[in-house]
């Protein structure tokens, strides 16, 4: 699909930062008009990508987190959050519902449902001690969804 | 009811009366708000051993699944007292989140 418009942004693995990744997205995404409804579960999904990298890739460390966002041809949003932390041995297994491997942090092992959920493809790939690459695909359709 | 202002942080504000412990959760929850959110809110359940907490979302403008978090992780601190968790004013994209999280078995959603 032909790119309508890119942008690359890069930050370091700190909680903080999980607020700008959504804003600086959802920003991003107003160019493809999209609903209130379809603005929140974008910003959602990101959320979750970005937490992922922080609590789980970088755990105890600190890295760098790159996203690149592009406006597709068909009104498709197109994101790609990639780390180079710890990887995943089992991307099946991580993607369970339920399934964290931090559960002492309370996390409710939940994030790859929402992204899977709230996005209409979402591909992982991941190598063991290089790092994650989480790929979220929606086409966004008209705002008559907030009605 | 009478309500007695214990906590008040740019995250929480928390109100308690004999039985009850209302947490207003403001702002976005996610993994870095919530760790101080659930610090507040465990503080006043040590204290207090209420039979009910009530936690609202009327000012709460995000959330992801480090809520749902916050929720279980809440209602594992008053099981042990016998208490019981009512979630107040979620908006759409909040309570999409708790549906997909199944919390409806923990708590009640209002």
């Known amino acids: 699909m032909k790119i309508l418009n890119e942008i690359k942004i890069s930050f370091p693995s700190n909680s903080c930062n999980e607020g700008l990744a959504r804003s ?13 409804s379809e603005i929140g ?9 970005v937490t992922n990298c922080i609590v789980h890739a970088y755990r105890g460390t600190h890295g ?12 498709v949003l197109y994101i790609k959050i990639r780390d180079n932390g710890c990887g995943i041995s089992d991307i099946k ?3 369970e519902p ?3 491997s931090a559960p002492e942090e309370e996390r409710a092992g939940l994030g790859f449902a929402v992204m899977e959920s709230f996005m209409d493809k979402v591909t992982v790939r991941s190598t063991e001690n290089k790092g994650t690459t989480v790929i979220m695909k929606r086409k966004i359709l008209s705002k008559q969804s907030d009605t | 009811m009478l309500f007695k202002s214990i906590i008040n942080d740019m995250n929480v504000i928390i109100d308690t009366d004999e039985n009850t412990v209302i947490a207003r959760i403001n702002g976005e929850v996610d993994h870095h708000n919530a760790k101080s959110i659930r610090d507040d809110i465990d503080l006043a359940i040590d204290r207090h051993h209420p039979d009910r907490l009530i936690l609202d979302f009327d000012g709460v403008t995000f959330m992801d699944s480090s809520g749902i978090g916050l929720v279980i992780g809440r209602y594992n601190s008053i099981k042990p007292y016998g208490g019981t968790i009512v ?3 979620t908006g759409t994209q909040i309570k999409k989140v708790m ?5 409806d078995r923990l708590a009640v959603i209002k």
């Not at chain 1, 600086?24 to 209130?36: E, G, R």
């Not at chain 1, 579960?41 to 990508?49: L, W």
């Not at chain 1, 760098?64 to 009104?75: D, M, Q, S, T, Y």
Request: aromatic share 4%; hydrophobic share 50%.
């Open chain 1, 24 to 36: 600086v997205i959802s920003a991003f995404t107003a160019q493809l008009d999209p609903s209130v």
């Open chain 1, 41 to 49: 579960e974008i910003k959602t999904a990101v959320s979750e990508a």
């Open chain 1, 64 to 75: 760098k987190i790159e996203i690149v966002a592009r406006h597709l041809e068909g009104n």
């Open chain 1, 93 to 95: 297994q991580a993607m």
């Open chain 1, 98 to 100: 339920l399934y964290t």
């Open chain 2, 87 to 89: 979630i107040e004013n």
């Open chain 2, 99 to 103: 549906r997909l999280a199944g919390l």
